[in-house]
């Protein structure tokens, strides 16, 4: 029979509204995040990252917000616009040399 | 160069036949990594060099799969007897020694596109 791939889940919102990406990480031992935007035909580049010491961090326009207690992370962009249409993808780091392990990806399509 | 370059961006290549995707990582980074990213689907993990350390293997999807970084430096990953179900885009990333605070962020490269006919 035909096959069927997976498909990222998507967050359809508004120019100029918020955006809020939410991640569940795996690792309870994991004590570095980072989230990556991936725009199409393009390799993953960096936005924000935060360490397990914390729960909120700002960047421009983008603040990610960590929830140790459930493993949650979140992404949360301001006033979004055209441009930032693409995949974002959340990565955990378990420390003392380990892989960055990647979550599934969102897909953020912003509407004009 | 200023960022990780992978070459080709594009292969096209017949069922049954070896690949071989390279990948030069910004110089001075230590630790590689390679992923396989399918159509409409996250970063599937592959390999991961660090160091003089032994490479992490535990993402080769099959024994078809291989990977090795000459020198420190440039990766190779080789595909033996491409099947349809690799067609992916495999991605290659770099990041200074992991082993130090503050170098987990990675720098990927743009990708080769590879389709099996």
């Known amino acids: 029979g035909e096959s069927v791939g997976l498909h990222l889940p998507t967050l359809s919102v508004q120019e100029g509204d918020n955006s809020i990406i939410n991640c569940a990480y795996s690792?309870?031992?994991?004590?570095?995040f980072i989230w990556y935007k991936q725009e199409s035909g393009k390799g993953p580049q960096f936005i924000i990252d935060i360490r397990s010491n914390m729960d909120k961090r700002q960047g421009q326009r983008v603040t990610v917000l960590l929830n140790k207690t459930v493993k949650h992370l979140s992404l949360q962009i301001a006033a979004t616009q055209p441009g930032d249409s693409a995949v974002y993808f959340c990565?955990?780091?378990?420390?003392?040399?380990?892989?960055?392990?990647f979550g599934t990806g969102t897909q953020l399509k912003v509407e004009l | 160069g200023a960022g990780v370059s992978q070459s080709p961006s594009n292969k096209v290549t017949e069922k049954g036949k070896d690949v071989e995707l390279r990948c030069d990582p910004i110089s001075g980074h230590t630790a590689l990594y390679w992923y396989r990213q399918s159509l409409g689907q996250g970063l599937e993990f592959l390999i991961y060099?660090?160091?003089?350390?032994?490479?992490?293997k535990s993402g080769l999807p099959s024994d078809r799969f291989s990977a090795e970084r000459t020198g420190g430096s440039v990766s190779t990953l080789t595909i033996q007897r491409t099947q349809q179900e690799d067609s992916a885009v495999y991605l290659c990333?770099?990041?200074?020694?992991?082993?130090?605070?503050?170098?987990?962020?990675?720098?990927f490269g743009s990708g080769t596109q590879l389709s099996v006919l």
């Open positions: 060099f660090q160091g003089n350390s032994a490479p992490d």
């Open positions: 990333a770099s990041s200074l020694a992991l082993t130090v605070e503050g170098n987990e962020k990675l720098f």
């Open positions: 690792n309870s031992a994991s004590d570095y």
């Open positions: 990565a955990e780091n378990m420390g003392g040399g380990n892989k960055l392990t």
